[in-house]
């Protein structure tokens, strides 16, 4: 019986230092893929400081400066009818009221509003959730209301959308792909960081919109001061000066709250090409123009 118990003891300690053994390499194991991992991630951390060094020491400033911003810079993206992934996940304020647009727009939007007849067209692009054109259509007595259309990618609404006796029309999709020849001139139109601010097809936008504007009617603009820029034979314009050169249109405002009024038929606008496009709320866009 002694025996038997000495040669348990001696098989369950040679036991435990084999577990023991298995445990220490599992731990050696463990630590040199964490190792591993660091040394790895510290080179990527010096090989990156490397490229910045290089880039700010070895170079001159202006071909330094050529050189990072290639680096990083966005992939121009073709100006064509596309939309970003930020608008077609409708990600963006979609809730601005009626005291919103009186207060982003330019002061004389509120006078436009009080001059409506029962025959003028509002058309607001970009209307999210229609909020602002459904205040002002309720703030009216029927026989008072005026022609509203609601354009936007997706109109943002969990319940129905109300038509006011047929005098609130709404289109969704792509606006510059819209029949927009069938639609009803406006005296109106408005635009809060919407299809302006986000399109990558600012020639046809503009364009269309000016199709649609009655001769003295009005475009109101809120964007972003700095979002959109036009190059024009080397020197770079904002939006709202780009704008004053197109003959036929008188604007007003700067910082990029602006109103536009078509001053004469057949505004022509010009070729607009995107040269540099990146995503953000709203985008940074730059314009090569081609002039005739």
């Known amino acids: ?3 038997e ?13 084999i577990e023991w053994t298995i445990e220490q390499r599992k731990q050696k194991s463990l630590v040199s893929r964490w190792r591993k991992l660091l040394v790895n991630l510290n080179m990527r951390h010096w090989m990156l400081s490397a490229l910045f060094i290089i880039c700010f020491l070895f170079l001159n400033d202006a071909h330094a400066q050529i050189r990072c911003e290639d680096l990083f810079k966005e992939i ?17 304020i979609t809730d601005r009221t009626l005291w919103d647009y009186t207060h982003d727009l330019h002061p004389d939007f509120t006078k436009a509003l009080e001059r409506m007849t029962p025959e003028s067209h509002w ?7 229609a909020k602002a054109l459904i205040e002002f259509m309720k703030s009216r007595d029927s026989e008072a209301r005026p022609y509203t259309t609601a354009v936007a990618f997706k109109i943002d609404r969990w319940f129905g959308m109300p038509n006011f006796e047929g005098k609130l029309q709404t289109h969704e999709g792509i606006f510059e792909h819209q029949p ?8 109106v139109i408005t635009d809060v960081m919407g299809v302006f601010s986000y399109t990558t097809d600012l020639g046809t936008t503009l364009q269309k919109n000016f199709d649609l504007l009655k001769v003295n009617g009005e475009l109101y603009i809120s964007t972003s001061a700095y979002g959109s820029q ?3 034979n080397g020197e770079t314009l904002s939006l709202e000066v780009f704008l004053a050169s197109i003959p036929g249109l008188k604007v007003e405002g700067k910082w990029g709250t602006i109103k536009i009024t078509k001053e004469q ?4 606008i010009p070729v ?9 709320s709203p985008p940074i866009r730059l314009f090569k123009v081609h002039l005739d």
């Not at 118990?5 to 230092?17: G, L, P, Q, T, V």
């Not at 121009?76 to 963006?92: C, D, L, Y």
């Not at 927009?180 to 005296?187: E, G, P």
């Not at 038929?265 to 022509?268: G, L, M, Q, R, Y």
């Open 5 to 17: 118990s000495c040669n348990f003891m001696a098989y369950r300690d040679a036991y435990k230092s």
């Open 180 to 187: 927009t020849h069938q639609w009803r001139k406006a005296d």
């Open 230 to 232: 036009f190059r024009v």
């Open 272 to 280: 607009l090409e995107l040269e540099r496009y990146k995503d953000e």
């Open 265 to 268: 038929e057949n505004i022509k």
């Open 123 to 129: 058309i607001d692009m970009g209307a999210g959730k």
């Open 76 to 92: 121009p993206r073709p100006a064509t009818a596309t939309i970003t992934e930020k608008v077609a996940k409708n990600s963006f």
């Open 1 to 3: 019986m002694k025996i």
